[in-house]
């Protein structure tokens, strides 16, 4: 089955720093790779999201890029701000039998 | 539109109790599932379903049911507790046969004593 690897599991970085967490997965026939924000105590959020005909998708201070060949993606944060502090989770989504498996999240830090 | 609802919002079960977690949506999605939050595991799918009538497990089903006999409803069952079973359960819905957002609800805080 598909597995989705993240890192780190912890970031600290400072204010106006940028921010970068790479997941990786098992299953080629993936297709579609999305990430949630979830701050403390509420459900998690969908931020940006990228299918595998994309390269890279850049939404403000927030990308994401992917490397189908070597079963990459990673979300780039840039500028980071304090409301950047939550976890972070990547998945992936293997259309063909509809499991969205996610990672294990990572949770920023952003230091003032 | 609700969204996705899920009560109750917490409870505290003793070992060997059942109980049901319930999960409805209002956005006529056909795609449900039920993922559980530990510390460090990140979300864990549960069960799934793609419609009424159709549900499939996920990564850690064991010690949980599921039913899907109305687009609007899927309900978790648990039908005997477990201290290993204390999570945060999250239901979440899109709709069927288009990759796209996840729409979650608040959770519900189980705890099994």
């Known amino acids: 089955g598909e597995n989705v690897e993240q890192h780190p599991s912890t970031l600290s970085v400072q204010e106006g720093d940028s921010a970068v967490i790479k997941c990786t997965y098992s299953?080629?026939?993936?297709?579609?790779f999305p990430w949630y924000k979830q701050e403390l105590g509420k459900r998690p959020q969908l931020i940006i999201d990228?299918?595998?005909?994309?390269g890279e998708k850049k939404d403000q201070r927030i990308a994401v890029t992917l490397n189908k060949t070597a079963k990459h993606f990673s979300l780039h944060i840039t500028e980071t701000q304090p409301e950047d502090s939550a976890v972070y989770f990547c998945a992936a989504d293997l259309n063909r039998d509809d499991k969205i498996i996610f990672g294990k999240g990572t949770r920023l830090h952003i230091l003032p | 539109n609700a969204g996705v609802t899920q009560t109750p919002k917490f409870q505290v079960l003793k070992t060997g109790q059942s109980m049901t977690l319930q999960c409805a949506q209002d956005?006529?999605?056909?795609?449900m599932s039920w993922y559980r939050q530990d510390p460090g595991m990140g979300l864990r799918l549960i069960h799934y379903s793609v419609g009424a009538g159709i549900t499939d497990q996920g990564e850690v089903p064991n010690g949980y049911n599921v039913s899907r006999s109305t687009t609007e409803d899927f309900p978790l069952r648990l039908l005997s507790a477990a201290p290993s079973q204390t999570s945060v359960y999250f239901c979440?819905?899109?709709?069927?046969?288009?990759?796209?957002?996840?729409?979650f609800g608040e959770g519900s805080r189980l705890t099994v004593l």
């Open positions: 990228i299918r595998s005909n994309v």
């Open positions: 956005m006529n999605h056909e795609y």
């Open positions: 979440a819905s899109r709709p069927q046969g288009i990759t796209g957002e996840l729409f």
């Open positions: 299953d080629s026939a993936s297709n579609y």
